[in-house]
């Protein structure tokens, strides 16, 4: 399988660091790096706490930061840090992967495992609105693949829920623009025009929810009802 670069832009305390390390430390898949994209200068307890090299992190980690536009007011939080960090990967492929989203320790085996440059994969979810209309909150029912065509109109993809080749990323960055991730995965396809295949079991945690006592590793569409882009 692939070399994978993970990028995290970030502006997290050390609290949201050790979590977010924890996960990507108890990776069943270990071929990748992981960068993090400081998106300012640091906090000297963040600062000390990414170069403390007893911490138990995973060994390919890096730490980087960069200066903040102070005329700059975002509306894509995470765009410069994300293209600064596809800048100085080395993996095949990467993985934009958000400080405040959980990972399951399979989340990079799923995502890489078998992965080539016409094809993008995407982490299948449920969504909250369907699974809600089945009556049964706390049953989880995952997108059927008839929404394949209509991908990503049908299948919510957060920012960490796809992987695509790393020089895909460096001549379609990320821009400042409202939906980002939608924007940005929308030219990949228009662009490249890869098969998508969507993969099944639910590896990252993107809306934090818990539905009856058990965690849901799922995300809610807010905004894909564009018409569809990949076939």
């Known amino acids: 399988m692939p070399k994978v ?5 970030t502006v997290g305390r050390v609290k949201t ?5 924890n996960d990507f430390r108890n990776q069943t898949y270990k ?11 640091p906090p000297e307890d963040v ?3 990414m170069h403390d090299r007893s911490s138990t992190f995973h060994p390919a980690t890096k730490f ?3 200066e903040k536009d102070p005329g700059n007011m975002s509306i894509a939080p995470g765009t410069r840090p994300r293209n600064h960090g596809t800048i100085i990967a080395t993996g095949e492929y990467v993985i934009y992967a958000d400080d405040d989203d959980r990972y399951k320790d399979t989340f990079l085996e799923v995502l890489a495992s078998g992965v080539k440059d016409d094809v993008i994969h995407v982490v299948q979810m449920s969504c909250t609105e369907y699974r809600q209309s089945l009556g049964d909150p706390t049953r989880v029912k995952l997108i059927p693949e008839v929404g394949l065509p209509q991908f990503p109109m049908v299948c919510h993809i957060g920012t960490p829920c796809f992987i695509v ?5 460096l001549e379609e960055p990320w821009r400042e623009e409202p939906n980002h991730d939608f924007q940005f995965i929308k030219r990949i396809c228009e662009r490249y025009h890869p098969r998508i295949r969507i993969i099944p079991g639910m590896q990252v945690d993107v809306d934090g929810k ?15 009802r564009e018409e569809a882009l990949c076939t």
Not at 5 to 9: D, F, G, H, K, Q
Not at 210 to 224: L, R
């Open 5 to 9: 670069s993970v990028i995290t832009p």
């Open 17 to 21: 660091l050790k979590t977010l390390l």
């Open 31 to 41: 071929d990748f790096e992981h960068i993090l994209v400081y998106d300012g200068r």
């Open 47 to 49: 600062m000390l706490f």
């Open 64 to 66: 980087v930061w960069i």
């Open 165 to 169: 080749p790393r020089k895909w990323a």
């Open 210 to 224: 818990v539905i009856g006592n058990m965690k849901d590793w799922v995300s809610q569409p807010p905004f894909y």
